[in-house]
């Protein structure tokens, strides 16, 4: 009797402050064992759309060549592209990486839909934002050789120098916060559920669905 394949389960998400503007990609993985890895990056002028191709194109990376992958994300842009053969018009050049990506390995796309009830899908909308703005979490980067178009990785003594900059020039009422949904800091005034989130458009949403 034959045994089922051991598979990744990849969950690509990106994001994008304004269109185009300042974006990053998330990617969560779990491999066969149960592992999970995560991982984000951040493009100073991107679109949506680029963002949410790179996550599909760095999540399939981090699986190593041949691998079982069902590799998930909500953006109907990426999976009808792919399961469906829809006809792209722009963003040749990630669609080329995205195709030989997954023609390396075996991989089932599938929808999610986004900001649901899927825990895994809204973390890597979060890492995803977290790229966007710049915070990419500790050991999230691939090597510059796999990118695409030049990224940063956030430093850790950067942010804290400038919080601590920041919190110097505080006025009266105001505090720097942790953003609940994506993780980056931002200025409070206090008060109200919506003011443990920052002003970003996804992270008040996720504020008032609480």
């Known amino acids: 009797m034959a045994t089922a394949p051991r598979e990744y389960l990849v969950y690509a998400d990106g994001s994008c402050i304004g269109n185009p503007g300042p974006g990053g990609w998330g990617v969560v993985i779990r491999d066969p064992d149960g592992v999970v890895t995560e991982l984000n990056g951040h493009d100073p002028s991107t679109t949506n759309n680029r963002m949410e191709l790179m996550g599909a194109i760095e999540g399939l990376r981090a699986t190593g060549r041949g691998a079982h992958v069902v590799l998930r994300s909500d953006s109907r842009y990426v999976v009808n592209s792919m399961t469906l053969h829809y006809k792209r018009n722009k963003n040749h050049d990630l669609w080329k990486l995205l195709d030989a990506e997954a ?22 909308d979060a890492l995803a934002m977290m790229g966007a703005n710049g915070r990419l979490i500790a ?18 003594t950067d942010d804290s120098a400038e ?7 505080l006025k009266p009422g105001e505090s720097i916060r942790e953003c609940a ?5 931002f200025v409070s005034l206090g008060g109200g559920n919506e003011n443990e989130f920052c002003s970003h458009a996804r992270c008040q949403l996720e504020a008032r669905r609480g």
Do not use: I, Q, Y
Not at 103 to 124: I, Y
Not at 143 to 154: L, N, V
Not at 163 to 169: F, H, N, P, S
Not at 181 to 185: D, L, P
């Open 163 to 169: 919080a601590a900059e920041l919190a110097a020039r």
């Open 139 to 156: 050991d999230g980067a691939l090597p510059e050789s796999s990118r695409t178009r030049p990224m940063t990785r956030a430093s850790k």
């Open 181 to 185: 949904a994506c993780g980056a800091k």
């Open 103 to 124: 023609v390396a390995r075996r991989v089932r796309f599938e929808w999610v839909r986004g900001h649901d009830t899927d825990p895994v899908n809204n973390r890597a």
